[in-house]
C-alpha cells in the first residue's frame, strides 16, 4: 500500500504524531514568474505543466500551489499613484473579476494532475506586498514608495490595504472552497523601510493581514504564514507571534533565528524550514552526505513534532531533485 501522504502531513499539523518527519519544497515554475497572465496566456499553461513536472518526478508531501503569472493585482485605481490621497479611492475588484476567477481555475487544474489527495496551500501574497509589487516591484524602491506613502497619510493606505484585504480573501476563500486547497500561504515582509516602525506596522499594515487570515479560517482549518526572507530581506519575526495561523515558514539563514529558537517566538505552532534555499546554500550544492547530515541536525535541534523540514523560500528551479530526496530520505532516518 502507498504511504497516505495527506495523513501524514495533517497528522502533524494537529499535533498527533507521524510515521515520519515530512518535507516541503517549491519552485516558480514560469521564469520570470512576475509575468502577467492577464497579458500572456501561454502563462496559466506554463504554470500547470510545471506542477505536473515536479509532481511526477518527486511525489510531494504536500503542495504549495503557485501563482507564476498572478502577481500583478489588476485594480484600476492603484495604476500611476503617486499620492496617498489617492488611495483613498480605491474600490475592490470582486468576485467575479478575471484575475480572481482565472486562478480558480488554476487551482482546479494544479489538483487536478496528483494521482493522491495531497495537502494543499495557495500562494497569496499579503496586500503589503502586493501593493508593494504595483509600486516598484520586489525591489527597495517599491518599498520605499510604500513607506513614503504611509508617511504622507497612514489612514489613506490602511483603507487602501483593507481593500486589497477584501479581494485577497475573497479569492482565498474561492481557491479553497472550489478547487479543494486545504489553506493558504500567506507571505508577508515588513515594509523594509526603517522609518515603519513596529507601532505603524502594526496600526496601518498588520490589520490587513489577520483579516485574510481570519476570513480564511472560516473555510479551513490551516494555513501557512510565510515571513519572506526574498533577497536578503529582514524582518522582526516576533511582530507576528500572535498571527491566526497554525504553520509559520520564516528564512532561517537570512533572519540567523533557528527553527527553535523560533519555536520560542511562536509556540507550539508547526514549523516549515531549516535549510537555506540560495544556490550557496548546503540543500543546492551539497553532496548527499552534507545534505543528509544538515537534515538530521535540523531534526536534532527543532525536535520531531509538529515539524516540516524545507527551505526558506524558493529554491532554485534547477537544483537537483535527488537532493530533495536525501532530505526527505534522511528526516525518515531521523524520526525513528
Known sequence: MSEDKRTLVLDTLEGRGHSRIPVGFWFHFVHPETQDALKDRSIPQQNVDGHKSFFQKFQPDFVKLMTDGYFNYPNESLKNVTSAKA???????GKDHQWIREQVELAKKQRALFSYNPVTFYNIFGPATTLKILLGGFTDEGAKKEADLILEDKDAV????????????????????????DGIYLSVQNVQDSRITEELYKEVVAPSEIKILEEVKTVSRHSILHICGYEGARNHLEWYKDYPVDIVNWAVAVEGVSLEEGRKIFGDRTV?????????????????????????????????????????????????????EWVRQAAAEASA
Open 87 to 93: 488611495l483613498k479611492n480605491i474600490k475592490p475588484i
Open 272 to 324: 516549515l524550514g531549516g535549510f537555506g534555499n540560495t544556490k550557496n546554500d548546503v540543500l543546492y550544492k551539497g553532496t548527499e552526505e552534507q545534505i543528509k547530515a544538515e537534515t538530521k541536525n535540523i531534526v536534532s535541534k527543532a525536535g520531531k513534532d509538529r515539524l516540516i523540514v524545507g527551505a526558506d523560500c524558493t529554491v532554485p528551479y534547477d537544483i537537483d531533485l535527488n537532493h530533495l
Open 158 to 181: 490602511k483603507y487602501a490595504l483593507d481593500v486589497i484585504a477584501q479581494d485577497l480573501a475573497t479569492l482565498a476563500k474561492a481557491v479553497i472552497s472550489e478547487s479543494g486547497a
